[in-house]
């Protein structure tokens, strides 16, 4: 579950046996950032079986959630507040009539499936297209520039050593990633960064092929075509191959969504890292 930066943050959640729900008497609700410190604890308000509580915003970053139903039941969720988002619900209503249903399509499932497409350019490319902040451990190698594993990083939140928590004004991270300490980082030593990184918001040829794979997702069930096949005749003959993922060099077997996210893998750094 993802919230946009500077949106208060509503959080709801029922506790199931199953599909069976809980009673429970009452629940508290205790929210952790990346660096396990506390920045909510407190009731949650009930409706029928979903519980609620609503968080001023928050800062970039992940968030773990801990709902203790007293003595009946102990649960964890999470969420992440990031910078913008690679396509709107009304962006993604309006680039297909039949997302404009809202009844087929609620706009809780075209938020979900706006986090798996997210997620999956980011896996395929190793960049994110929205800016968030993630949380890495690096570990010393008796140097002063240690490689953190994100690209396009916009800026070091903070930083806690061996002893605790550091100050981050004289360390400097560049766009690829190189994280340089004002010291030698202590050999074997492990250093957690918050790192805020991704590209601008609001590429739109990125935005077009998140759209696209977002209609490939939901009306998948639509498709007529069995999941495993590569090719098929048509109706009024032909016989078509498929772009299949997985295949030939295909990821989401959609080939203009592949196209753009090609153009955005990060080449030069692949190659030097030995990435395919």
Do not use: C
């Not at 609620?52 to 999470?78: F, H, I, M, N, Q």
């Not at 991704?198 to 490939?216: F, T």
Request: glycine share 10%.
């Amino acid at each position: 579950m993802r919230f946009l930066n500077g949106r208060v943050v509503r959080l709801e959640y029922t506790f199931l046996d199953d599909e069976t729900p809980l009673d429970v008497p009452a629940v508290s609700v205790t929210v952790r950032d990346s660096a396990g410190q506390s920045v909510y604890t407190g009731p949650a308000s009930r409706t029928g079986d979903v519980w609620g509580v609503t968080l001023p915003p928050l800062p970039l970053g992940p968030y773990a959630v801990e709902w203790k139903g007293g003595d009946v039941a102990t649960d964890r969720t999470s969420f992440e507040v990031v910078g913008a988002f690679l396509f709107t619900v009304p962006e993604a209503r309006a680039s297909d009539i039949d997302l404009a249903d809202s009844q087929r399509f609620p706009a809780a499932d075209v938020r979900h499936y706006r986090e798996v497409v997210e997620d999956e350019f980011e896996t395929i490319t190793g960049r994110s297209f929205v800016p968030r902040v993630r949380r890495v451990t690096v570990t010393g190698d008796g140097s002063s520039t240690i490689f953190t594993g994100l690209l396009d990083v916009i800026r070091l939140v903070d930083v806690t050593g061996p002893s605790g928590s550091l100050d981050a004004s004289g360390w400097t991270l560049t766009d690829a990633g190189f994280l340089r300490a004002p010291y030698e980082l202590t050999e074997g030593a492990r250093y957690s960064l918050a790192v805020e990184y991704g590209l601008p918001a609001g590429l739109e040829d990125v935005k077009r092929a998140g759209l696209i794979r977002l209609r490939s997702l939901l009306a998948a069930e639509n498709s007529g075509i069995p999941d495993r096949a590569v090719s098929f005749v048509a109706a009024e003959g032909g016989n078509f191959s498929l772009a299949t993922a997985g295949r030939n060099g295909y990821e989401t077997g959609i080939p203009e969504v592949d196209a753009t996210l090609t153009r955005y893998r990060y080449r030069i750094l692949n190659d030097v890292l030995g990435v395919a």
